[in-house]
Each structure stands twice: as C-alpha cells, then as structure tokens.
Nanobody, 122 residues
C-alpha cells in the first residue's frame, strides 16, 4: 500500500494501555521520519510524537511526555505508539504520517493514514 495503515485503536478504561501500529510501504518507511497525530471532532489535528528515520531521535507533545512512547521497527516497516495511563481526554482519532522530520513537527506530512479511533472511558 502507498498510504500508512493504522491499527490497534479501541475502547479502553482510564488508566489502561494501548499500542497503536502503523504499517507503511518499505519505499516510504525507509527514508522518512514517522509521526503520530490526534484529532478530536471540531478541533485541529495535533502532533503527538515524531521519530526520525533511524529511530535515533524522538519528539513529543508536552501533554503526552512520560505516557506515550513512539518507536519503529525498520525491519517490519512499522511504527508504534505505546500509550500508557490513558485518560478520557486522550479520546481522539489517531493518525500516522510519514515525511521529513521537521515537516512532521510542523504538521505537514507527505503521507497520511486514515486514522484509528481511541476511546477512553472514565
């Protein structure tokens, strides 16, 4: 596939954990940084985390530091987002994206996934 494909979303109780995955074609994955964003209805899409193509550097939104971890498996062309200590305010559609690192930090990706819904119940 050309576009990233997310999976792993679902309904979880507050305090629980989820691991989101995003599969990307090898040609896109190998040369690009990867990022996760989230968006609630009626709100702007916000950056959650970004990781460089080598996995050597990451950046997180202040609101998720300490709870979210982005990682990538370059052998499987997959990027992950581990989400711990989930809160109701983490309820959003989570999107995976690929592109140059600083472009992703600015919210501009070359490739976007369709999103996966995460719902956290209180």
């Amino acid at each position: 596939q050309v576009q990233p494909v997310e999976s792993g979303g679902g309904l979880v109780q507050a305090g629980g954990s989820l691991r989101l995955s995003c599969a990307v074609s090898a040609s896109i994955f190998s040369i690009n940084a990867m990022g996760w964003y989230r968006q609630a209805p009626g709100k702007q899409r916000e950056l959650v985390a970004v990781i460089t193509s080598t996995g050597g550097h990451t950046r997180y939104a202040d609101s998720v530091k300490g709870r979210f971890t982005i990682s990538r498996d370059n052998a499987k062309n997959t990027v992950f987002l581990q989400i711990n200590s989930l809160k109701p305010e983490d309820t959003d559609v989570y999107y995976c994206a690929a592109g140059p690192f600083m472009y992703l930090v600015a919210g501009k990706a070359d490739y976007w996934g369709q999103g996966t819904q995460v719902t956290v119940s209180s």
